[in-house]
């Protein structure tokens, strides 16, 4: 289906807005789609709000390796809040439209958190090196001040290299279609929608995705590599056990979040439609946050032992009554 090119001819200085394509052909009203969207986003507040808590409430979690996590479930919030309230918004909104200022405020959120989410996930690897790999000096290694060091420079840098990319992509010309064939304002789709040389800006967003997807990414390999050896090396197959089992959730989320994202951004431009590039879309913005907090609660024994006990404080104060 071919859209009305309403745009051609102008650029950044006479369009106010964008129109998001990524909701036609939705049923109208999408009330079902918009309830199941609803309740899942409920879901993940609800989900990374209770291990934010839990993690907070018993002493035996205030560790770094949780300390980590709660930063983990805060981005995954923040990740979220980005674009499922404007996609709720969009689904019975009229006009799918989007200001100029809104489309990249959205990006700018959405890349940065993500920067730093897959900066973050390689900080919890080295965590996890460190205390199979070197256990006698894990306190000393990862003590308090390095633990916050790690997870400021993994957000100052991601902020900074994003607002810059952000700041050069809305100072070029949008002279073919203010038509964005997405259900928001993602960089690919955006940047398809510049006229003239674009060169040097996707060279720019190449380097970018090496440093914050590809390094954090081979950094998490190098890791588990020492790790699955220490742990081979290790004489009690239930020592063997209970040491991976520390690493199995975190090994999950890398799995779910970087393999949606490979497939969202690291696709060859020939093999892949628009609807394919908007579904893996949703799984790394929806699904993967979703499957977040039930990885963490259901598959980590720490943090369910944590919510028994503060189970059963709760009903105890509660019998006290």
Not at 107 to 112: A, C, G, H, K, T
Not at 127 to 150: E, F, G, W
Not at 211 to 232: A, E
Request: glycine residues 4%; hydrophobic residues 50%.
């Amino acid at each position: 289906m071919k859209y009305p090119d309403a745009m051609k001819g102008r650029n950044q200085s006479t369009a106010t807005e964008f129109i998001l394509l990524g909701y036609s052909g939705l049923p109208n009203p999408p009330v079902l789609l918009f309830v199941m969207v609803l309740v899942t986003y409920m879901i993940i507040l609800l989900g990374n709000i209770l291990i934010i808590l839990i993690t907070l409430a018993d002493p035996g979690l205030h560790t770094p390796m949780y300390f980590f996590l709660r930063i983990l479930s805060f981005l995954e919030i923040c990740f979220t809040a980005v674009t499922i309230p404007e996609m709720l918004v969009k689904l019975l909104a009229v006009e799918k439209s989007i200001s100029f200022s809104r489309c990249a405020a959205q990006m700018y959120f959405l890349i940065s958190v993500g920067g730093t989410e897959c900066c973050l996930l390689a900080i919890m690897a080295y965590d996890r090196y460190v205390a199979i790999c070197h256990p006698l000096l894990y306190t000393s290694i990862m003590n308090k001040s390095v633990c916050l060091q790690l997870v400021g420079v993994a957000w100052l840098s991601s902020n900074l290299v994003t607002l810059m990319h952000v700041t050069w992509l809305f100072n070029l010309p949008f002279c073919t279609s203010n038509h964005i064939d997405h259900f928001f304002c993602d960089a690919p789709p955006v940047l398809e929608l510049v006229c003239g040389n674009t060169y040097m800006i996707e060279i720019e967003a190449l380097t970018s995705t090496v440093v914050f997807v590809v390094i954090p990414f081979l950094l998490i390999f190098w890791s588990y590599l020492y790790i699955l050896t220490t742990i081979l090396k290790m004489p009690s197959a239930a020592g063997r056990r209970k040491t991976f089992s520390t690493c199995s959730s975190h090994l999950t989320v890398v799995v779910l979040f970087f393999s949606t994202t490979g497939l969202t951004y690291f696709q060859p431009k020939s093999s892949i439609s628009p609807s394919s590039s908007k579904f893996w879309s949703i799984c790394y913005t929806v699904l993967t946050p979703l499957l977040n907090p039930v990885v963490y609660t259901l598959r980590n024994n720490e943090v369910k032992g944590a919510l028994r006990r503060i189970f059963c404080r709760l009903l105890s104060s509660w019998g006290q009554l």
